[in-house]
């Protein structure tokens, strides 16, 4: 069957209409005339189950003048014998063509689907991506939050120790302030413990010096013994006299040396335990000193975690806000996935009437 326009075959034609129409499919070699085998052609292209007898038998009865050709006028005399195979040929070759629009109908919006489809699982496939960038920025973000939490709870802790170490320097200062009051008070001791021995030395050098004299005056007395026997009487109470000084003289410097070695034993126990807080106070400084150190590296340690916390708080914001595109664009795929789906399905919906009214056509034929 030749290519037929769509408007060859109008929906109400008249007769001389039909017949030209049914002329022009016979002469498929638009050569103005029906050749058996044009005949031929389009009964079986038409699915009329003609046998070639029958085919033959219907082109002698057309060719009237025995030429071998049909023209216009032999086929006009054969479609006054048999209108009703005219009529046939006309309806089967219109709705042939009708198939045939419809079929470049299907095709055509098939192809549309596919695109359609193929647009759709592009748009997806975009989609996908943006999610998955977005996850991933999503997970740099929560590590990042991660981190910036581990940093506060360290920065929390080094608060912690930060204060535990005030707390821990003003107790070794009070201590520090105790011990050198303690300090204080063992050298006011050793100071108090030393005035005694030093009057006991001084006491005990003045008897020494009162019993040399005391001896002088005895080596006078028995001087004067000697040289003065008619004074023997007063001479020997006097010695007497000096013997008696002599010996409780004697009995005062034993008792001032023996409290001059009490007073030497408490003189050495106090510089014993001045020199025994003089060791406490050197410990309790070097701690305040370790103290202050840590003190210091501990602040140094808070301005670098704040620092650190400060930074990570900047990139957070720059992350969240590095997150807006993709959101957005998450967003603009997903409508653009959205409306490729909608074209797809009205596409798929033109489709299935498509097919439905040529399942339907082929059914009344």
Same mark, same amino acid.
């Given at each position: 069957v030749s290519?037929?326009?769509?408007?060859?075959?109008?929906?109400?034609?008249?007769?001389?209409?039909?017949?030209?129409?049914?002329?022009e499919e016979l002469d498929i070699g638009n050569e103005r005339r029906v050749t058996l085998d044009g005949l031929r052609r389009t009964l079986k292209a038409l699915n009329f189950s003609f046998t070639q007898a029958t085919v033959e038998d219907l082109f002698d009865r057309m060719d009237t003048n025995k030429k071998g050709g049909i023209d216009f006028s032999e086929f006009l005399n054969f479609a006054a014998t048999f209108p009703i195979l005219i009529e046939a040929i006309y309806s089967r070759a219109?709705?042939?063509?009708? +198939? #045939?629009?419809?079929?470049?109908?299907?095709? $055509?919006? =098939?192809? !549309?689907?596919?695109?359609? %489809? @193929?647009? /759709?699982?592009?748009?997806?496939q975009q989609l996908t991506v943006a999610k998955e960038e977005l996850e991933a920025e999503v997970r740099a973000l929560t590590t990042l939050e991660d981190e910036?939490?581990?940093?506060?709870?360290?920065?929390?802790?080094?608060?912690?120790?930060?204060?535990?170490?005030?707390?821990?320097?003003?107790?070794?200062?009070?201590?520090?302030?105790?011990?050198?009051?303690?300090?204080?008070?063992?050298?006011?001791?050793? +100071? #108090?413990?030393?005035?005694?021995?030093?009057? $006991?030395? =001084?006491? !005990?050098?003045?008897?020494? %010096? @009162?019993? /040399?004299?005391?001896?002088?005056?005895?080596?006078?007395?028995r001087e004067k013994e000697r040289q003065l026997e008619?004074?023997?009487?007063?001479?020997?109470?006097?010695?007497?006299?000096?013997?008696?000084?002599?010996?409780?003289?004697?009995?005062q410097l034993v008792e001032l040396r023996e409290h001059a070695a009490e007073t030497a034993l408490v003189l050495e126990d106090a510089q014993r335990e001045t020199a025994r807080v003089h060791e406490i106070f050197k410990e309790a400084e070097a701690d305040f000193h370790d103290i202050k150190q840590a003190e210091e590296i501990a602040d140094r340690t808070k301005g670098d975690l704040y620092d650190l916390v400060k930074q990570l708080a900047a990139s957070l914001e720059d992350m969240r806000s590095s997150l807006?595109?993709?959101?957005?664009?998450?967003?603009?795929?997903?409508?653009?996935?959205?409306?490729?789906?909608?074209?797809?399905?009205?596409?798929?919906?033109?489709?299935?009437?498509?097919?439905?009214?040529?399942?339907?056509?082929?059914?009344?034929?």
């Amino acid at each position: 069957v030749s290519a037929v326009p769509v408007n060859r075959f109008p929906e109400k034609p008249t007769s001389q209409q039909k017949l030209k129409l049914v002329f022009e499919e016979l002469d498929i070699g638009n050569e103005r005339r029906v050749t058996l085998d044009g005949l031929r052609r389009t009964l079986k292209a038409l699915n009329f189950s003609f046998t070639q007898a029958t085919v033959e038998d219907l082109f002698d009865r057309m060719d009237t003048n025995k030429k071998g050709g049909i023209d216009f006028s032999e086929f006009l005399n054969f479609a006054a014998t048999f209108p009703i195979l005219i009529e046939a040929i006309y309806s089967r070759a219109r709705d042939l063509v009708d +198939r #045939a629009i419809r079929e470049e109908d299907v095709a $055509a919006q =098939r192809e !549309v689907q596919e695109e359609a %489809q @193929r647009n /759709e699982r592009l748009l997806f496939q975009q989609l996908t991506v943006a999610k998955e960038e977005l996850e991933a920025e999503v997970r740099a973000l929560t590590t990042l939050e991660d981190e910036l939490k581990q940093h506060k709870a360290q920065l929390r802790e080094a608060n912690k120790d930060l204060i535990e170490a005030g707390r821990t320097k003003d107790r070794i200062r009070a201590e520090l302030f105790i011990k050198e009051r303690d300090y204080v008070e063992a050298s006011d001791a050793e +100071r #108090a413990a030393l005035k005694p021995t030093q009057d $006991a030395e =001084r006491n !005990v050098m003045l008897a020494e %010096q @009162r019993l /040399e004299e005391a001896e002088v005056a005895i080596d006078a007395s028995r001087e004067k013994e000697r040289q003065l026997e008619t004074m023997l009487e007063d001479t020997k109470r006097e010695t007497a006299k000096h013997v008696e000084n002599l010996s409780n003289i004697t009995d005062q410097l034993v008792e001032l040396r023996e409290h001059a070695a009490e007073t030497a034993l408490v003189l050495e126990d106090a510089q014993r335990e001045t020199a025994r807080v003089h060791e406490i106070f050197k410990e309790a400084e070097a701690d305040f000193h370790d103290i202050k150190q840590a003190e210091e590296i501990a602040d140094r340690t808070k301005g670098d975690l704040y620092d650190l916390v400060k930074q990570l708080a900047a990139s957070l914001e720059d992350m969240r806000s590095s997150l807006v595109p993709f959101r957005q664009r998450e967003e603009h795929q997903k409508a653009l996935h959205a409306a490729g789906q909608k074209e797809f399905e009205r596409h798929d919906t033109i489709l299935l009437g498509l097919e439905g009214s040529l399942s339907s056509g082929d059914a009344q034929r």
